[in-house]
């Protein structure tokens, strides 16, 4: 038995892949990844393949940066790990006032987890107990988006929105207020820009203006909502619902889990337009892609309420065992050294624009309904027929087909359903782009025949 052979039957014999029918699973044999080069990735047969999906959104120098590797490895000859509950580390700390420094408007404490979904449960839990504290314990409920994601835990799933991975969670989920999708090309309210005058946004002031007394917070992914398919809201969307709930005095909590670090083009998608949460979810990009580290951002404002003395338990009954890990921390100290020092976002700039030229043709394609593209996260979405916007049948899998068709032109992505999402590292090179476009124009017309 080969190795690679080897490694897919104790896969195979004992592996639960996330999000896979595993019925399936046998019939395709996945690539073994052993190694990662930069934007690049190598299976176990020697093949490279760009990373097209920065290994699930995470991605941000490429892979096994020196700087990175050596202060992971710095760290390690210090302290592997030690716990937040009665202590503190250096790294921990400076991560923390680091984060207060480059995240937008007053948000000043952080709270350490180890995903996005942990970095969301904390939010919501911070919103909910803040207002029990704040003499306001009515405040109870959230506001969340049609088709939003927020990670897999219960609370969540709970704000998330996308039917086929929450509906059969239902019955143990909590009730939550839903704004219409700000999906302009397929409008649920059936409007048209800019005429709408963002009506799916200003659907929140009838909302909060009836129920805001019980209201704690909204949760949104700002600008890009990235599970539902890259969904690209209209400029000032994210603004108007910030200027709505500032109003109302409900908190707002930035998800950013997805679009910070750089992924839209700013280091956080809050400052495309000025908008200056109560709450903030970062994770996946945090450390640069390498291990895993959330932080929910809180303002001082939030932190306060939670002060007290002893017996007032006004404290935030909440910590993971791997809370503020000293290796993590070290890493997106490193990261966020790398951010600044090469200035990431700017140098980004050109590769995003190179990214949208080509973007052009793959958008005049047949079976390519539409691209949509904020930064260097895009999504383009195949449609059975262009003219009337009439989807694949899903059991066709289309999506599918097109990223397993690229890997043989040298490219990884993946696909959310008939949407394939393109989210390349931001140190990508404009061959790198190249190499990718190229990769998804031949998949896509091998498969759609188009
Ligand atoms: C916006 C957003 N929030 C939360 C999460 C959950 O993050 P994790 O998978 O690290 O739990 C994701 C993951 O894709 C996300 O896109």
């Excluded at 400076?94 to 970095?119: C, D, H, I, M, Q």
């Excluded at 959230?142 to 929105?161: P, Q, R």
């Excluded at 087909?401 to 393109?422: E, F, Y």
Aim: glycine fraction near 10%; charged fraction near 20%.
């Amino acid at each position: 038995m080969s190795r690679t052979q080897e490694i897919l039957s104790q896969d195979l014999d004992h592996l639960w892949h996330p999000f896979t029918q595993m019925k399936l699973w046998p019939g395709e044999p996945p690539l073994v990844i052993e190694r990662g080069k930069g934007n690049y990735l190598i299976d176990t047969e020697g093949n490279r393949y760009f990373d097209g999906v920065s290994s699930l959104w995470v991605t941000v120098h490429g892979h096994n940066h020196p700087a990175i590797n050596q202060a992971i490895a710095e760290q390690l000859k210090h302290l592997d790990h030690s716990t937040l509950l009665g202590l503190t580390h250096p790294l921990a700390a400076r991560l923390a006032a680091e984060l207060a420094r480059v995240t937008p408007g007053k948000l000043n404490k952080a709270f350490y987890s180890e995903s996005g979904s942990t970095a969301v449960e904390i939010a919501l839990k911070i919103a909910y107990q803040y207002w029990q504290q704040s003499g306001r314990p009515e405040k109870k409920t959230f506001v969340a988006l049609g088709e939003a994601y927020h990670g897999d835990t219960l609370g969540a799933v709970s704000v998330g929105g996308i039917e086929l991975f929450h509906q059969v969670y239902g019955p143990l989920l909590f009730p939550v207020h839903r704004l219409p999708q700000p999906f302009c090309r397929q409008c649920p309210l059936g409007l048209k820009r800019p005429s709408c005058d963002l009506a799916c946004a200003q659907a929140l002031e009838p909302m909060l203006a009836q129920h805001g007394r019980e209201i704690c917070a909204l949760i949104v992914e700002p600008r890009v909502q990235g599970a539902a398919g890259i969904i690209v809201q209209p400029n000032g969307y994210v603004r108007r619902l910030w200027e709505i709930c500032r109003k109302h005095d409900v908190l707002f909590i930035a998800d950013e889990v997805a679009t910070g670090f750089g992924r839209t083009g700013t280091l956080f998608a809050c400052e495309l337009e000025g908008v200056e949460p109560d709450l903030m979810c970062l994770g996946k990009g945090l450390t640069g892609g390498v291990l895993p580290l959330a932080a929910t951002m809180a303002t001082d404002r939030v932190y306060q309420a939670f002060l007290g003395e002893f017996d007032e338990f006004k404290t935030f009954f909440h910590g993971h065992t791997y809370t503020g890990n000293p290796l993590a921390c070290a890493a997106a100290l490193a990261s966020l050294g790398l951010m600044e020092t090469n200035r990431v976002v700017e140098g980004a700039a050109p590769v995003i624009e190179h990214l949208a030229k080509g973007l052009e043709a793959i958008a005049r394609m047949d079976h390519v309904v539409q691209v949509r593209q904020q930064g260097l996260m895009a999504g383009v979405e195949l449609a059975r027929d262009k003219a009337t916007d009439t989807p694949y049948d899903p059991s066709l899998r289309m999506g599918h087909k097109v990223i397993m068709a690229a890997r043989k032109h040298g490219v990884i992505i993946r696909p959310l359903g008939d949407t394939v999402v393109l989210m390349p590292p931001l140190s990508s090179t404009t061959q790198d782009i190249d190499l990718l476009l190229s990769a998804l124009g031949q998949a896509i017309a091998e498969v759609t025949g188009g």
